[in-house]
């Protein structure tokens, strides 16, 4: 049967779908199955919804920023799906919805030698006020950039969609004549029946052997802190996206500086390769990633230096998931029929969560995809790929 035959039709009776993995691409997918008729729900999270990077994230949005590739529709579709949700469900005031301003500012050191002032800049408002950089350009606009809390955002839309949320840890899941039909949760007697599964495990999917034998999904390491400067009303709503050279002659970092309605203010930075941990709880900074981020934010502006700020609100590591071609995987697991995946969207998840679920939904319910051609996400093209190599 062809891969267009094998979906639920939304004409047929009420459809259980079991969503594994309450981040930002599981909500986003529970929330769009729940609009469509007769669906009912259930998300499998093994810790606590947004409890990984889908809480830690940025929630950075940028309309044109993926254009020119394949993944340029769907951060289109998400960043005007986004409008509409902050419309709906009151974004603003609920998760912290807003347009930005973002610039690109050039920070060096003060071993590295600039003398030009942050202040020479028009562009950067007053609380950027640090003494050692060079000119500032402007990147995005208030039509083109916005941000939304992650966590908040995440939470928002898993209780918009109603879906009954199970604490529990997926296994494996039940194939028969080639056909996904349940959830075994660890430590749980019964598995969890359904009609279609949705794998939305993040930098954990390839703990399940039904996707590692298909393609790899690695995790990168990236550090946050969030701050909380003494006087909040002097923060505009301007991102910046720094380079910034620790030393002269060492690499450039490119940290990124968001700040938040909350009055708080977000900064990420310092990835690396390492061991994705079973616990998401347990995933912790490494010090010297934290320290180099408060030394970066105490050179952007006085407002965030370490010793003036009012309160340092997180120090934190999460891990992006990332496919070995760049390119999130969505769709069909080939082989097994009404079993989904939905991951690897690096650092964009939390733009992309939106089209990402909207199409999945229209996929498995109705066949095919409207809001976003899913062919160059689909998991068959690493199938082809390793059979070509192993021929
Ligand atoms: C520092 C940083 C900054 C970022 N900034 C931005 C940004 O500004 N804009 C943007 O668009 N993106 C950003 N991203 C990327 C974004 O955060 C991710 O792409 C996105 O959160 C991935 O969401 P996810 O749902 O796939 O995975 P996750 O958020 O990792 O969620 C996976 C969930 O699955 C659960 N799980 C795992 N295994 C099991 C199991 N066996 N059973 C049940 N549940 C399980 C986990 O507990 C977890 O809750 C950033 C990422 C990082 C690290």
Request: net charge negative.
């Amino acid at each position: 049967m062809a891969a267009s035959e094998s979906h639920l039709s939304s004409q047929s009776a009420s459809k259980h779908i079991v969503v594994c993995g309450g981040g930002v691409i599981g909500a986003c997918t529970a929330y769009f199955l729940s609009q469509k008729l007769q669906t009912s729900v259930t998300v499998v999270e093994k810790s606590a919804p947004a409890c990984a990077a889908s809480g830690k994230a940025g929630g950075f949005l940028a309309l044109d920023w993926c254009d020119g590739g394949p993944m340029s529709s769907l951060a289109r579709a998400s960043f005007d799906l986004h409008k509409s949700l902050a419309e709906k469900y009151n974004g603003e005031d609920v998760y912290g919805y807003r347009a930005l301003t973002t610039l690109s500012v050039p920070v060096l050191s003060e071993r590295g030698g600039s003398s030009s002032s942050m202040k020479g800049s028009n562009l950067l408002p007053d609380w950027v006020d640090g003494e050692t950089a060079r000119p500032a350009k402007q990147i995005g606009t208030t039509e083109t950039t916005a941000q939304v809390h992650p966590r908040l955002f995440t939470q928002t839309l898993l209780s918009a969609s109603e879906a009954k949320v199970i604490k529990g840890e997926v296994e494996t899941i039940i194939v028969e004549n080639g056909h996904a039909t349940g959830v075994v949760l660890k430590e749980m007697k019964e598995a969890v029946p359904a009609d279609a599964v949705v794998l939305a495990l993040g930098p954990w999917s390839n703990r399940l052997s039904m996707i590692s034998e298909l393609f790899n999904i690695s995790g990168l390491k990236a550090h946050s802190i969030i701050l909380r400067p003494r006087e909040p009303d002097r923060i505009t709503p301007h991102a910046l996206f720094l380079s910034y050279q620790p030393a002269p002659g060492a690499k450039m970092l490119d940290p990124e500086v968001y700040p938040r309605p909350t009055g708080e203010v977000y900064i990420c930075g310092m990835s690396k390769d390492a061991e994705v941990p079973e616990n998401p709880e347990s995933i912790t900074g490494e010090t010297e990633s934290i320290e180099m981020l408060h030394k970066i934010a105490g050179t952007v502006s006085s407002h965030l230096k370490r010793d003036t700020v009012s309160e340092v609100v997180a120090e934190q590591a999460c891990f992006l998931p990332c496919t070995d071609d760049g390119l999130p995987v969505i769709g069909e697991l080939p082989g097994v029929k009404n079993c989904y995946v939905a991951t690897g969207h690096s650092c964009w998840g939390i733009l992309n969560g939106p089209a990402t679920g909207a199409s999945l939904a229209e996929l498995i319910l109705e066949g095919k995809s409207t809001t976003v051609d899913l062919k160059p996400f689909a998991p068959a093209r690493f199938v082809k790929r390793r059979t070509r190599l192993e021929v």
